[in-house]
Nanobody, 120 residues
Framework: QVQLVQSGGGLVQAGGSLRLSCAASGNIVSINDMGWYLQAPGKQRELVATITRGGRTNYSDSVKGRFTISRDNAKNTVYLQMNSLKPEDTAVYYC??????????????WGQGTQVTVSS
């Protein structure tokens, strides 16, 4: 059984920093793209950042220059370093991974979500 387990998050003042981690475990053959998404109250889930297995990154305009996504392929882990946080970054953050288990096609898996709250 595959699991994506998130850690990090919490409450921080505006201008502060937080680091999120997401570790994939289970009978995994390979992981392709990994990413982070956020969902604010009453809104749809939206992209924050993605990273390919080779390290190519993509960011939403709202976080460019403030957030950094990275991954450790040996640990099946993706990170999100969040700097210069703003109150509008407040949301539940979810990690995502496109991965394969034996005898199955590529499937996206999601972490359990973690609350990030930025106070003004």
């Amino acid at each position: 059984q595959v699991q994506l387990v998130q850690s990090g998050g919490g409450l921080v003042q505006a201008g502060g920093s937080l680091r999120l981690s997401c570790a994939a475990s289970g009978n995994i053959v390979s992981i392709n793209d990994m990413g982070w998404y956020l969902q604010a109250p009453g809104k749809q889930r939206e992209l924050v950042a993605t990273i390919t297995r080779g390290g190519r990154t993509n960011y939403s305009d709202s976080v460019k220059g403030r957030f950094t996504i990275s991954r450790d392929n040996a640990k099946n882990t993706v990170y999100l370093q969040m700097n210069s946080l703003k109150p509008e970054d407040t949301a539940v953050y979810y990690c995502n991974a496109d991965l394969r288990v034996p005898l199955r096609p590529w499937v996206p898996y999601w972490g359990q979500g973690t609350q990030v709250t930025v106070s003004s």
